[in-house]
């Protein structure tokens, strides 16, 4: 950060490939700081996200609109590196978490919404031995039928959680947040896989991996699928070293 406050709710909009970011000092506080001020959205920016905000009107509008946006992918860091601005990787996996124990700790209400029928109800049973004091208002999976979504969408806006978590993978979890949570109340932040690590149906990658910054080879293991999507990466690199951002700022 050029301008480094000691504000531990410090926040400063950067732009990576067009696409906003925050450099916070603490994303923790960040959150906690913008649940104090009224609520809003959390987007975990990385690099596959910022290529598909770029071709997704959509999806880039609900970026740019959410209230903080985290540095969640290796790539999103580096290309902030490369304008001067200094800040460490946040995996939103991590600052989930560390929100529902600070939901626990302080009587927060908290609804969980996305990720398969299975995996929500081993989710809710580990929450309940994990975090029994957890005050879980909501927790329903993402496979809703169409008819299901208008009455959900519903409760949650009776309910006001303070904290909605939503898994229901990138971009709909932005895009339905940003539809649902004007006039809410509450940090709404989607989570991708998160329920699905947190119930033991998947794993993270290991340690080794995040610093080695190759964690998006262990997920294309785990889901072989995802290589059409990781295609972008390359082209992300490309365009920041092509774009030359920051160069400008360090002259
Ligand atoms: N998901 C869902 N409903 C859907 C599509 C996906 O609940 O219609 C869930 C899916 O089961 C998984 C999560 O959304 O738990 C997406 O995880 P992924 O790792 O693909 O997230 P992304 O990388 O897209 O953020």
Redesign the pocket.
Known sequence: MDAVSTDPCDQHRCQVLGVGVDACRDVHAAAIGLHARGGGQIVTLNAEMTMAARADAQLGAAIAAAELVIPDGAGVVWALARQGVRVGRSPGIELARALLAYAEAHGWTVALI???PE?MDRLRQRLAAELPALRLVMAE???QSAESWPLLERRLQVLKPDLVLV????P??ETWTQRLHADQPGLWM?V??S??VWAGVKQRAPQWMGRLQVEWLYRLVQEPSRWRRMLSLPGFAWEVIRRGEGRAKRR
């Open positions: 996305g990720a398969a995996v999976h993402g496979y898994a229901l993978g990138v709909r979890q989607g991708g896989g329920f699905d």
